[in-house]
């Protein structure tokens, strides 16, 4: 169940890191202000690919709930970067990106780290 | 994804880019703990049910943490408007150092020598492929291809 629970994580999150990178660049600069915050807000409610991008934070912050419940907080936490592994993943065969030694190397060390905490 | 160069950091946007990361750092870790504390409390196992999740909410360790986690997941989308992502990603992996750091002192977990060292692999794996350069599309030659990996390249 703990692994399930850490593919959906892992999953949403790269779905919604992609989106709001790309929203956010197009969005321009942010500030943290309460008049910040609120422009930040409205910029939320009309990009619809950020939109999008923020339901599957709540995605995987569900399925973060349910694995703190079960796991300590010393395997959610870590074991939830098995995103970038994905990311690679994707960047290679669904961008056609290539992917450079020191990034494919830099994943499969994560990949390492998360079998340590896992086991 | 423009194409155009970014201009050279001003000192106040590279303070303000500091000030935004530290607060992202703390909302990040602090929520985490606070959830994982609360959620440990709630009696229902989570499943697929939605009304589990709500009910959830009404324990005031799990509510502090959803607030804490909205403010960093809202520090995180202005961070990533003032740096780009190949910044964020390196600069953002120490949380996960921080977050089993707070799991052993505040939650009284047991982390093996095994668990730390997974954790500074992640760290270190973290670091080597968010400062990889993003311009990895092969686009040398010439050729205008438009670059389908949106955010991800410069």
Known sequence: MKWVLVVVIVFATVASDLLQSHEMKRAGEQSVSVRGFRRLLREIAQRRLLI??????AVSFFAFMALVQRE?????????????????VLAKF?????????????????????????? | MSGTPRPARSLPTV?????????????KAGGNTAMAWGMKHVPEKMSMDPTLYLHAFLNP???????????????RMA?????????????????????????????????????WLGT?????????VGTTSRNTTPSGGGTPSPS????ETE
Not at chain 1, 78 to 84: K, L, R
Not at chain 2, 82 to 104: E, N, Q
């Open chain 2, 148 to 151: 389908p990996s949106g955010g």
């Open chain 1, 94 to 119: 669904v961008l056609h990106e290539r992917i450079s030694a020191r990034r494919a190397v830099g994943a499969l060390i994560v990949l390492a780290g998360v079998v340590l905490v896992g086991g």
């Open chain 1, 52 to 57: 999008l991008g923020v339901a599957g934070n």
């Open chain 2, 15 to 27: 303070l303000k880019t500091y000030a935004v990361l530290f607060l992202f750092l703390a909302f």
């Open chain 1, 72 to 88: 300590p907080l010393s395997f959610a936490v870590p074991a939830s970067s098995a995103s970038f592994v994905l990311e690679t």
């Open chain 2, 61 to 75: 360790f799990v509510a502090l943490g959803v607030a804490a986690l909205i403010l960093s997941l809202l520090t």
């Open chain 2, 79 to 115: 961070l990533l408007s003032l740096a780009d992502l190949s910044f964020v990603l390196p600069v953002t992996a120490i949380g996960y150092v921080i977050s089993v750091f707070l799991g052993k002192m505040l939650l009284h977990e047991t982390i093996t020598h095994q668990r």
């Open chain 2, 120 to 128: 500074l692999l992640i760290f270190s794996g973290a670091v080597l």
